[in-house]
């Protein structure tokens, strides 16, 4: 399993872009990057995936260089209901991840 | 509306009271898994499985069992409960293939005396 490493905590202005990076030096050929976000009390909700390249929802962007080491979800504009708890992932569901380890997650506070 | 759910949502017992947390979903989703919530640990798997009669461990098991009789439902059974199992439970789950996305349940949280 590819572990991954993510700043502790992140500090942003309503109206803001915010790019929070995930490092993860050891991904597999096969594994997808995953993005939660995670309210207190609730069950983390799914964000956002991709491979490589550029992906964007509805809600985020996810930018994957090349080498695929790191990624980084991008939130536009936040809102202060943004703030939250946002875990980066790998693996890949269709060769077999079935164990994930999801860390302790960077904690974003968005501030008026 | 598609989702998991969880049973009970709040639980205080006392050490060695056996106790069952119920999971469900109505996605037809083959995996499940459950995870458990500590402050400064983040989330950490206990057990999952990829279909029925089918589970396996997560990185944390030690003191739980699960069983997956049917799809939809995923039960988590603490046979003896001990203070250090005061925790946030959750359960998740996920098609098969497709992708990481997973769903979760609403969280179950269990003080133990």
């Known amino acids: 399993l590819a572990k991954t490493t993510q700043p502790i905590s992140m500090d942003s202005y309503e109206g803001q872009e915010v790019n929070i990076t995930c490092s993860h030096n050891?991904?597999?050929?096969?594994?997808?990057i995953t993005w939660y976000q995670q309210f207190p009390s609730q069950g983390p909700r799914f964000i956002i995936q991709g491979y490589k390249t550029k992906v964007t929802n509805e809600v985020a962007s996810l930018f994957i260089p090349a080498d695929r080491k790191s990624s980084t979800l991008s939130l536009p504009r936040v809102s202060l209901s943004d703030t939250a708890v946002y875990y980066c992932?790998?693996?890949?569901?269709?060769?077999?991840?079935?164990?994930?380890?999801f860390g302790t997650g960077t904690r974003l506070k968005v501030l008026a | 509306e598609a989702q998991v759910t969880q049973n009970p949502r709040y639980l205080i017992t006392v050490t060695g009271k056996k106790l069952t947390v119920t999971c469900s979903q109505n996605m037809n989703h083959e995996y499940m898994s459950w995870y458990r919530q500590d402050p400064g640990l983040g989330l950490r798997q206990i057990y999952y499985?990829?279909?029925?009669?089918?589970?396996d461990k997560g990185d944390v098991p030690e003191g739980y069992k699960v069983s997956r009789k049917e799809k939809r439902n995923f039960p988590l059974i603490l046979e003896s409960p001990s203070p250090n199992q005061t925790s946030l439970y959750f359960c998740?789950?996920?098609?098969?293939?497709?992708?990481?996305?997973?769903?979760f349940g609403p969280g179950t949280r269990l003080t133990v005396l």
């Open positions: 992932l790998v693996g890949a569901s269709f060769s077999g991840t079935y164990k994930y380890i």
């Open positions: 998740a789950s996920r098609f098969s293939t497709g992708g990481n996305e997973q769903f």
């Open positions: 499985s990829m279909n029925v009669e089918v589970t």
């Open positions: 050891n991904i597999a050929t096969n594994d997808y």
